[in-house]
């Protein structure tokens, strides 16, 4: 377990995080419902308050500032209005727009949510999903060696939502440049890109996209998910796997063994952004060179954490830090914990 969380937190004040992948503005519509349509069987919600927050990988940069580190946000927006409402949010919450560049060839990412009573009505989204021209490969790929030469990088963390920014050549020629700088990586993947991700440290999908890339329906059980960790190492090559299994908790997996970390008891409010916040983490765990176990642990309650309030989020470092202590606290006495411990192979 953790032996010093100060020295811990005090790696993070002085981490540097290249975030590369899909941004979005998350808009939320709030108001009540009183009646329902005469026009059809809908509610009417009478707008209140109209609400807007950074979202995709800008959600994983406040989550890697929330923790203390410095984040490098890399993506590309639209030339239109919300692309200008993006780049206005980010001074905001003291993020540099150094890493964001614009295409007049795509729409910037809105998900907007329709809310009442805390009641998730309805999403409405308006993007566009084609991946970048081999032009525009080239001008962000430049773009990104440039912050890697002028940044002291300690990790580059890929946030792949399939909306086209994280294509093939972006990927592979990134990996082979953190792998030549001896930088390590961490890939929240989605299910195009899915097998791309060669060599990354850190993999982290969860269980829907594990079942949709090895065509399986894997149960939440520890050998069949072990089964398909070599099924994925076998052709990816990472060092560490990290699965997330929604309310069932996390699978850690390296060569030597894997195990599944419980989720704490929690009221859920909202479990959008919680993949976000486990990938943060992670990568900053992974860059303060703690083991599988550790990562694992302070991930899971992490992702929890940001399940108990409403709308996507970043995490609370103060109630992290308290939760991990009381997790330890509630273990103390016992020899060994079975469900945070390796089996032997």
């Given at each position: 377990?953790?032996?010093?969380?100060?020295?811990?937190?005090?790696?993070?004040?002085?981490?540097?995080?290249?975030?590369?992948?899909?941004?979005?503005?998350?808009?939320?519509?709030?108001?009540?419902?009183?009646?329902?349509?005469?026009?059809?069987?809908?509610?009417?919600?009478?707008?209140?308050?109209?609400?807007?927050?950074?979202?995709?990988?800008?959600?994983?940069?406040?989550?890697?500032?929330?923790?203390?580190?410095?984040?490098l946000l890399c993506s590309v927006l639209g030339r239109d209005a919300n692309a200008?409402?993006?780049?206005?949010?980010?001074?905001?919450?003291?993020?540099?727009?150094?890493?964001?560049?614009?295409?007049?060839?795509?729409?910037?990412?809105?998900?907007?949510?329709?809310?009442?009573?805390?009641?998730?009505?309805?999403?409405?989204?308006?993007?566009?999903?084609?991946?970048?021209?081999?032009?525009?490969?080239?001008?962000?790929?430049?773009?990104?060696?440039?912050?890697?030469?002028?940044?002291?990088?300690?990790?580059?963390?890929?946030?792949?939502?399939?909306?086209?920014?994280?294509?093939?050549?972006?990927?592979?020629?990134?990996?082979?440049?953190?792998?030549?700088?001896?930088?390590?990586?961490?890939?929240?993947?989605?299910?195009?890109?899915?097998?791309?991700?060669?060599?990354?440290?850190?993999?982290?999908?969860?269980?829907?996209?594990?079942?949709?890339?090895?065509?399986?329906?894997?149960?939440?059980?520890?050998?069949?998910?072990?089964?398909?960790?070599?099924?994925?190492?076998?052709?990816?090559y990472n060092k560490y796997l990290l699965i997330t299994l929604s309310d069932k908790?996390?699978?850690?997996?390296?060569?030597?063994?894997?195990?599944?970390?419980?989720?704490?008891?929690?009221?859920?409010?909202?479990?959008?952004?919680?993949?976000?916040?486990?990938?943060?983490?992670?990568?900053?765990?992974?860059?303060?060179?703690?083991?599988?176990?550790?990562?694992?642990?302070?991930?899971?309650?992490?992702?929890?954490?940001?399940?108990?309030?409403?709308?996507?989020?970043?995490?609370?470092?103060?109630?992290?830090?308290?939760?991990?202590?009381?997790?330890?606290?509630?273990?103390?006495?016992?020899?060994s914990h079975q469900e945070t411990s390796f089996p032997a192979e």
């Amino acid at each position: 377990m953790i032996a010093d969380l100060d020295k811990l937190i005090y790696q993070f004040s002085s981490t540097t995080v290249l975030i590369v992948g899909d941004v979005m503005i998350d808009r939320y519509l709030r108001g009540s419902v009183e009646r329902i349509s005469p026009e059809a069987p809908v509610p009417v919600v009478s707008l209140q308050q109209t609400e807007e927050r950074l979202g995709g990988a800008a959600n994983v940069a406040l989550n890697i500032k929330a923790l203390g580190a410095q984040p490098l946000l890399c993506s590309v927006l639209g030339r239109d209005a919300n692309a200008q409402r993006f780049l206005d949010l980010m001074p905001q919450v003291s993020l540099s727009t150094n890493g964001i560049m614009q295409s007049g060839e795509r729409r910037t990412t809105v998900k907007s949510r329709i809310v009442a009573s805390n009641q998730h009505l309805l999403r409405i989204d308006e993007e566009d999903r084609h991946e970048l021209s081999a032009e525009e490969e080239e001008q962000f790929m430049d773009l990104l060696l440039r912050l890697l030469n002028e940044h002291p990088v300690d990790i580059i963390l890929f946030q792949d939502y399939n909306k086209g920014v994280l294509t093939t050549r972006i990927i592979n020629t990134l990996l082979l440049e953190a792998i030549r700088r001896d930088i390590p990586t961490a890939v929240d993947p989605k299910q195009y890109n899915f097998m791309s991700y060669k060599r990354a440290t850190l993999f982290k999908p969860n269980l829907g996209e594990v079942n949709l890339a090895l065509n399986h329906n894997i149960i939440v059980q520890a050998e069949q998910l072990r089964a398909a960790a070599q099924q994925i190492r076998a052709r990816l090559y990472n060092k560490y796997l990290l699965i997330t299994l929604s309310d069932k908790g996390i699978y850690i997996d390296e060569s030597t063994g894997g195990a599944i970390l419980p989720t704490q008891a929690r009221q859920v409010a909202d479990v959008c952004g919680a993949g976000d916040t486990v990938i943060s983490i992670a990568a900053l765990c992974l860059a303060a060179g703690l083991s599988l176990q550790d990562i694992g642990i302070l991930a899971n309650l992490g992702g929890g954490q940001v399940c108990e309030r409403f709308g996507v989020v970043p995490v609370n470092l103060e109630q992290l830090l308290n939760e991990y202590h009381q997790l330890m606290s509630d273990h103390q006495g016992h020899s060994s914990h079975q469900e945070t411990s390796f089996p032997a192979e």
